[in-house]
């Protein structure tokens, strides 16, 4: 019987060298924006209490939460009368990043200056039915700031945005609307008990197109008049001065229905506002008052976003908004707070598919040292130390192989420049390197041994720049 292959759970990925450079770059990417503004990172557990995950995702949220086992003997106690998952599971893999970053907030409330600005990039797990593009481990890449109502928060969530995917080379559209607006569509249609079935709908406008919204919300009980209301707001055109405009005057009692929405028009000054400090600020993306973005709209409270990639068709790959609660449910309430989350597999999909990744991460030794013997290896070493010393990645070939070979290697890798010294290089006391691209070759004094003007480490590094 043959030995069975190795393999990986289902939804799961290797990511091999060449993936880890392009997922650092734009991990790293992201991670110097987020400290430019003055976030602050932190990491929490893989793996989390069930009572701090259960319940937070709604029901189909919490059938998709992977529950581990009790460590030792998890069945000895049990009581096989009642259900065995609450007794054998007490901990689960966290479904997201912003439940954790709830439950640290509150566990470390004492310790933590408010307004607390923090970012986490970390995986989390679902136990998702894997398809194309959807996985059971992935990564989030999030920032929040909590403690904070001042619409100031929103507005650096939008120049973060814009400043990551400026570095990336990337450009995109922000999409912006607000929560209290959401409901106000559902209190002038007459249909304030149905402000979630509309919206919904709504959301999925650029995927089946406006009849079949429509059609949905009256499946869901809403009225032909309420519906034509609707389709009025999402019907607005124009700059955003002049849908800004339209809005208020459908908000204050000049729709169909003539009814006014208080907190619609709270939305509005909100949206306003936010507008305004992004025109101040000189964002360079350009940011769109979308009436029919929605999200997860029983958890924000207020501003929502979306980006979208303007050269590549893909769906969203930011999103987030404002909530007011967050931390209320574990027992710490009205902190708000408002956050963003980067889709770094989307992020790289988008990179690879626009060719946008510097070819120069696949790179990731400057320089080999080739090796022709024994006398030639302790010659070399103490050059490959000075040149690590001084911020050069460099290679030392472990054997003393065939020259072809070791060439080879270097191709493979990538490596631009390739240093061989045999006996005449010792002897004179030098390193001799060479440029494979351009087969510029150089010999410089070694920069370790005694007598040699220093200046010689310079001139190597300036050749290998």
Not at 260 to 282: C, Q, Y
Not at 416 to 434: C, D, Q, R
Not at 444 to 453: A, I, L, N, R, T
Request: hydrophobic share 45%; aromatic share 10%.
């Amino acid at each position: 019987m043959g030995i069975q292959k190795p393999s990986i759970p289902k939804g799961t990925r290797d990511f091999g060298p060449a993936e880890m450079a392009r997922r650092n770059y734009i991990f790293e990417s992201i991670r110097s924006v987020f400290r430019s503004f003055g976030f602050q990172e932190i990491q929490t557990p893989a793996q989390e209490n069930l009572s701090t995950l259960l319940g937070k995702y709604g029901e189909e949220g919490d059938k998709l939460l992977f529950r581990i086992l009790n460590s030792g003997d998890a069945f000895a106690d049990v009581d096989f009368s009642k259900p065995l998952t609450p007794q054998v599971c007490e901990k689960g893999l966290r479904y997201d990043l912003t439940v954790p970053f709830a439950r640290y907030v509150v566990q470390h409330q004492n310790e933590i200056s408010f307004p607390f600005k923090r970012f986490q990039i970390q995986p989390v797990w679902r136990a998702d039915r894997p398809q194309k593009g959807r996985y059971r481990e992935f990564y989030q890449c999030d920032v929040d700031v909590i403690g904070s109502r001042s619409q100031v928060n929103e507005l650096e969530l939008v120049q973060m945005v814009d400043a990551v995917f400026a570095k990336l080379g990337v450009r995109v559209k922000v999409h912006v609307n607000n929560r209290k607006v959401l409901t106000g569509f559902a209190e002038i249609a007459g249909a304030p008990d149905k402000v979630v079935d509309i919206t919904v709908a709504i959301d999925k406008l650029d995927k089946i197109g406006l009849e079949k919204v429509k059609e949905e919300m009256a499946a869901k009980g809403l009225q032909a008049d309420g519906i034509a209301v609707i389709e009025q707001i999402l019907s607005l055109g124009g700059a955003f001065a002049e849908k800004l405009a339209a809005m208020r005057a459908l908000f204050d009692g000049g729709s169909a229905s003539g009814i006014r929405s208080e907190v619609g028009l709270r939305g509005l000054d909100e949206v306003e506002e936010l507008f305004g400090l992004i025109d101040a600020a000189g964002v360079s993306a350009p940011v769109e008052l979308d009436l029919s973005l929605a999200r997860g709209l029983n958890y924000y409270t207020g501003a929502i976003f979306e980006v979208k990639a303007q050269d590549w068709e893909i769906g969203s790959i930011c999103g987030g908004g404002r909530y007011d609660n967050l931390t209320g449910i574990f027992g710490l309430p009205d902190l708000s707070g408002v956050g963003i989350s980067f889709g770094a597999d989307r992020i790289y999909d988008v990179l690879a598919g626009l060719n946008l990744f510097p070819a120069a991460l696949e790179q990731s030794t400057t320089l080999l040292f080739a090796v022709m013997g024994a006398d030639e290896l302790r010659y070399v070493l103490p050059i490959a130390k000075a040149l690590r010393d001084a911020g050069v990645s460099v290679e030392v070939y472990p054997e003393a192989a065939k020259l072809r070979k070791q060439f080879e290697y270097a191709e493979r890798k990538a490596i631009p420049f390739l240093s061989i010294n045999g006996s005449s290089e010792i002897e004179a006391g030098t390193v001799n390197i060479k440029n494979l691209a351009s087969g510029e070759q150089k010999a410089f004094p070694s920069p370790v041994m005694p007598g040699p003007d220093r200046a010689s480490l310079a001139d190597i590094l300036a050749f290998l720049a």
